[in-house]
């Protein structure tokens, strides 16, 4: 840090705030650290009393935020993202469209170790929008060495730390169980909500059936939809250990390959993943899914619907976070359900 004539200081970074003050109108910093002075602001610096200011004196082997900012920057885009203009020495990233974000949270970890260096994400395995946030980055002093840059770009590896997939998967087969569906003796509840919770991922349910309690039918339906193509299996209710009920031998009847019965989620825990050997996922939701606001459906569904293949590691570890708080007001997903770290 130097002090220089005002008048000297075109292309020279401030090192502090300037407060402007304008009696009845503001009192705000009107120059902010960081600031590269243009020509144009020596006359307001001297209207506001700054004969001399502090700025960085550049040294060799060292970075401006903003520089830095950008260099982690680089570190974190991908596909589907977009920059904001470095302000501050802060870059923010904005998701372009709809579909699933995903953090490498270990190597986020990693570079957040490092001193003077942060990036900040929203939750991994989150659906986002077109205009969302995903991350914000910068260093934390107004200068860093480019040896510290250089050594944070190698823990980062080539990859990408951030990604957001568009939603891929596109049409569902639907398989409502039940007798008491099936018969008439009370109204399909299960359906409209799996329609609703789909639609909102551009998911349609193109096949859908009511084949009550017959395993036999439930296994036919289910091979039927693998087999016209469907994008996505899902079998709704029966999923508990009750004599009659009959949906996890449907499914596993199938021959798809079972991921888990089971998961530590709550709403949510007689939940089934299984694939069929295309890839093609068959899911066995329990009737929690029909009448709770969130669930493992809900947790699980973004990834489905971006053909991000589970494994049981994935649902085992969602026990952390998995307990759903059953506030009297559901906030749903800006909550700490399906959050652990």
């Known amino acids: 840090m130097k002090?220089?004539?005002t008048r000297d200081a075109v292309g020279h970074v401030l090192c502090h705030d300037l407060t402007q003050i304008i009696p009845g109108v503001t009192k705000d910093a009107r120059f902010r650290k960081g600031h590269v002075v243009?020509?144009?602001?020596?006359?307001?610096?001297?209207?506001?009393g700054k004969q001399h200011l502090y700025v960085w004196e550049k040294a060799p082997g060292m970075l401006h935020e903003d520089e830095a900012a950008e260099r982690l920057r680089a570190l974190c885009q991908n596909e589907h993202m977009h920059p904001t203009p470095?302000?501050?020495?802060?870059i923010e990233l904005i998701a372009d469209r709809d579909g699933l974000f995903q953090v490498d949270v270990a190597r986020l970890a990693a570079l957040n170790g490092a001193d003077d260096i942060m990036i900040a994400t929203r939750h991994t395995n989150t659906a986002v929008h077109p205009g969302d946030k995903l991350a914000g980055m910068r260093i934390i002093p107004l200068v860093i060495s480019e040896e510290a840059l250089r050594s944070a770009e190698a823990r980062a590896g080539s990859a990408p730390l951030l990604s957001l997939t568009p939603w891929k998967r596109k049409t569902c087969g639907l398989i409502t169980t039940g007798s008491e569906v099936a018969n008439g003796l009370i109204p399909d509840a299960f359906t409209p909500v799996i329609m609703d919770k789909l639609a909102a991922y551009g998911i349609s349910v193109t096949e859908h059936c009511l084949p009550g309690d017959d395993m036999q039918a439930i296994t036919a339906a289910a091979l039927a939809y693998q087999a016209k193509g469907v994008d996505l299996i899902?079998?709704?209710?029966?999923?508990?250990?009750d004599p009659d009920d009959k949906t996890p031998g449907a499914i596993r009847n199938t021959g798809a390959e079972i991921v888990s019965y089971g998961a530590p989620v709550l709403p949510g825990a007689m939940f089934l993943l299984g694939y069929f050997p295309?890839?093609?996922?068959?899911?066995?939701l329990p009737g929690c899914v029909m009448y709770a606001r969130a669930t493992i459906f809900d947790l699980l569904l973004p990834r489905i619907a971006a053909d991000v293949r589970l494994g049981r590691a994935d649902l085992k570890g969602?026990?952390?976070?998995?307990?759903?708080?059953s506030c009297p007001e559901c906030h749903y997903p800006n909550c700490s359900f399906g959050k652990g770290v």
Not at 38 to 48: F, K, N, Q
Not at 318 to 325: A, F, T
């Open 318 to 325: 969602l026990g952390h976070g998995g307990l759903c708080l």
């Open 234 to 241: 899902l079998c709704t209710g029966g999923m508990s250990v």
């Open 38 to 48: 243009a020509p144009e602001d020596i006359p307001v610096l001297l209207s506001m």
């Open 86 to 90: 470095v302000k501050e020495g802060k």
């Open 3 to 5: 002090l220089i004539d």
């Open 278 to 284: 295309d890839g093609t996922p068959i899911l066995g």
